[in-house]
């Protein structure tokens, strides 16, 4: 403390020393920086997973493939079951649309048969057509075990789907589109149609919809 100090009733302090704050600063930017590195790090370099975590997610993968495959296992069979099951159905199809044709030549020989002729009691015409008849109705029986029936369309409403409309026949008397005359029998394999039945149906009716509604008040 110099003289003029004490006389100025002043105490002197003394100066920081440069040397030393800058030396604090530096320390506490290197701890702020380390940090933020640090913070960096940890958010652009993510932990890589676990061996854990790995077999975990091939497991994962692995069982969805196992799904997969599965499922595709399953259809395949499927379609497989119906394909043969189909076959067997269907595989006399073209056949037994050929023998259609011969039984209705059959039917076409018996009724050429005159009426009076057989009447009249002719031995030897009698037992051809009933020869015939018999031909006839045994291959209809073998095709029907082989999953060929016959439909029966008369008195059903017309359906494009097992019915060939030939002509219409005014009939005030049945609901319209009713089908009241067979052409030529129709005949169903399986769920499949093998040949339609070409019919006549009723015009001039009641409506299908009206006469079903009259059938109902009846029966109530």
């Known amino acids: 403390m110099t003289d003029e100090t004490k006389k100025n009733g002043v105490d002197e302090k003394p100066e920081a020393k440069p040397a030393e704050v800058a030396t604090d600063e530096a320390t506490v930017s290197g701890f702020a920086d380390a940090a933020q590195a640090a913070a ?10 676990s061996a854990l975590d790995l077999a975990t997610a091939e497991r994962d993968e692995l069982k969805d493939k ?31 649309r050929d023998m ?28 051809l057509s009933e020869g015939v008849e018999m031909t006839e109705r045994a291959m209809l029986s073998t095709l029907e075990r082989h ?4 439909l029966a369309p008369i008195g059903q ?11 219409e026949v005014p009939n005030p008397d049945v609901p319209n589109n009713t089908v009241v005359e067979v052409v030529q029998e129709g005949f169903v394999i399986g769920e499949r149609v093998l040949r339609p039945a070409m019919v006549g149906v009723a015009k001039g009716g009641p409506k299908q919809a009206a006469a079903e509604a009259e059938a109902e008040d009846a029966k109530q």
């Open 66 to 96: 196992y799904l997969r495959l599965a499922a595709e296992m399953d259809n395949l069979r499927r379609r497989t079951a119906r394909d043969v099951r189909d076959a067997k159905a269907y595989s006399v199809s073209n056949f037994a």
């Open 157 to 167: 409403k017309f359906d494009p789907n097992f019915h060939q409309a030939m002509f």
């Open 147 to 150: 999953g060929v029936k016959k």
């Open 100 to 127: 259609l044709a011969v039984s209705d030549n059959l039917r076409r020989a018996l009724d050429a048969i005159p009426v009076e002729a057989l009447e009249a009691g002719e031995a030897g015409l009698k037992s």
């Open 40 to 49: 960096d790090a940890a958010g652009e370099q993510p932990q890589e997973p």
